[in-house]
T-cell receptor, first 112, second 110 residues
Framework: EAQVTQNPRYLITVTGKKLTVTCSQN?????MSWYRQDPGLGLRQIYY???????DKGDVPEGYKVSRKEKRNFPLILESPSPNQTSLYFC???????????FGSGTRLTVV | QKEVEQNSGPLSVPEGAIASLNCTYS??????FFWYRQYSGKSPELIMS????GDKEDGRFTAQLNKASQYVSLLIRDSQPSDSATYLC??????????FGAGTRLFVKA
């Protein structure tokens, strides 16, 4: 089954404790992206990747890091999480940046 | 002006009616356009894409794009309670980014 797999689904952590949210796709997609979704603000892009070792900032990259060492994986790293990073996070992939995306099931992160 | 703007709703329609969802966009968004459906607590799901002016039909869904007026719409015919969800409009900017609107909540009353 074609899918984007994110883990974990839910995460509660404390301020400053480094965490990683994993994302993996099995569709051989070139393009992958991370979004956060907040009430009233919609989906905002954090980082995106055009291909292996090619990443760039989206609209809200502060406090986040990403890497793309393999085509299928695109982890999101929060080096020192803060409460304002409490949000619902989605990983997405697509065959090309101009096409529609397949989204992962989401990660609900709470930073206390 | 937001780059992709939608009325947050809620839009309420009776079962069997046509639901009309609208979206306007700024000059920055000029390429491809997409409609996603998102059920509460779930991830967005792509339901329609449209790349050129005019209408595109897929089953009960019709997407309409008018580049001169900078709006894109989604019509859902014969609306069902299972169509109750938030509908996200999105546009590709041509600069490696797709920008999403905040979504319109649709309620279909049985």
């Amino acid at each position: 089954e074609a899918q984007v797999t994110q883990n974990p689904r839910y995460l509660i952590t404390v301020t400053g404790k480094k965490l990683t949210v994993t994302c993996s796709q099995n569709m051989n997609h070139e393009y992958m992206s991370w979004y956060r979704q907040d009430p009233g603000l919609g989906l905002r892009q954090i980082y995106y990747s055009m291909n292996v070792e090619v990443t760039d900032k989206g609209d809200v990259p502060e406090g986040y890091k990403v890497s793309r060492k393999e085509k299928r994986n695109f982890p999101l790293i929060l080096e020192s999480p803060s409460p304002n990073q409490t949000s619902l996070y989605f990983c997405a992939s697509g065959p090309d940046r101009a096409y529609g995306y397949t989204f992962g099931s989401g990660t609900r992160l709470t930073v206390v | 002006q937001k780059e992709v703007e939608q009325n947050s709703g809620p839009l309420s329609v009776p079962e069997g009616a046509i639901a009309s969802l609208n979206c306007t966009y700024s000059d920055r968004v000029s390429q491809s356009f997409f409609w996603y459906r998102q059920y509460s607590g779930k991830s967005p799901e792509l339901i329609m894409s449209i790349y050129s002016n005019g209408d595109k039909e897929d089953g009960r869904f019709t997407a309409q794009l008018n580049k001169a007026s900078q709006y894109v719409s989604l019509l859902i015919r014969d609306s069902q309670p299972s169509d109750s969800a938030t509908y996200l409009c999105a546009g590709y900017t041509g600069g490696f980014k797709t920008i999403f609107g905040a979504g319109t909540r649709l309620f279909v009353k049985a």
